[in-house]
């Protein structure tokens, strides 16, 4: 089994300033981690996806993240953000053991709230 | 453009009453999930099918039905079993082979009067 902390449930940060959303999983295979974005009222939509190769993995709007397998951390990462990136954060894991139905863990969810 | 599909966005339900939610998809994936979304808590596994004909429960599943006769749909019943239906609905599919990443639908606001 999995699970997923996601360790702060608001961030408030300032227009342009960097902001770092923090996770943490548990699990006693090897994973796969991904994390999402959800606008109000909406669906999920990918931000980027941890699978193999390259620890640093860089997504859409310009938010990457960093696996690192001995903290068992996934963090998100912007150097700059905007109003429009003002949403709801999700950390996912899902499994690679052969013949699961790779559903996803998902994290309680960070609140990312950018002020202008 | 292929994608997911829910209806409706909003369902008001009284109590005692069934009330089945909409999920299609033309992305041609095998695997499809519900979701439950509230609030601080993330979103939580009800049921998922990988193939036609066949699902499983999720973590949460007691109170709810699927089916899954087409592989372009998978829709979910919330009985009057569940004691507390009021939350946000989602439904994804996978991707097949190595990318595994799921693609989510708009959402269904079920709330109970």
């Known amino acids: 089994a999995q699970s997923v902390t996601q360790l702060d449930s608001q961030v408030p940060v300032f227009e342009e300033a960097p902001v770092e959303l923090r996770c943490n999983y548990s699990?006693?295979?090897?994973?796969?981690l991904f994390w999402y974005v959800q606008y109000p009222n909406q669906g999920l939509q990918l931000l980027l996806k941890y699978l193999s190769g390259s620890t640093l993995v860089k997504g859409i709007n310009g938010f990457e993240a960093e696996f690192n397998k001995s903290q068992t951390s996934f963090h998100l990462r912007k150097p700059s953000v905007h109003i429009s990136d003002t949403a709801e954060y999700f950390c996912?894991?899902?499994?690679?053991?052969?013949?699961?139905?790779?559903?996803?863990?998902f994290g309680s969810g960070t609140q990312l709230t950018v002020l202008p | 453009d292929g994608g997911i599909t829910q209806s409706p966005k909003y369902l008001f339900r009284k109590e005692g009453q069934n009330v089945t939610l909409s999920c299609e998809q033309n992305?041609?994936?095998?695997?499809m999930y519900w979701y439950r979304q509230d609030p601080g808590q993330g979103l939580r596994l009800i049921y998922y099918s990988q193939i036609v004909n066949d699902f499983q429960k999720g973590d949460i599943a007691e109170g709810y039905s699927v089916s899954r006769e087409k592989k372009e749909s998978f829709p979910l019943t919330v009985t009057s079993a569940q004691k507390n239906p009021t939350a946000f609905y989602l439904c994804?599919?996978?991707?097949?082979?190595?990318?595994?990443?799921?693609?989510f639908g708009p959402g269904t606001r079920l709330t109970v009067l």
């Open positions: 699990s006693s295979v090897s994973v796969y």
């Open positions: 994804a599919s996978r991707a097949p082979g190595g990318r595994n990443e799921q693609f």
């Open positions: 996912a894991v899902s499994d690679l053991k052969r013949g699961s139905a790779r559903q996803l863990t």
């Open positions: 992305l041609n994936h095998d695997a």
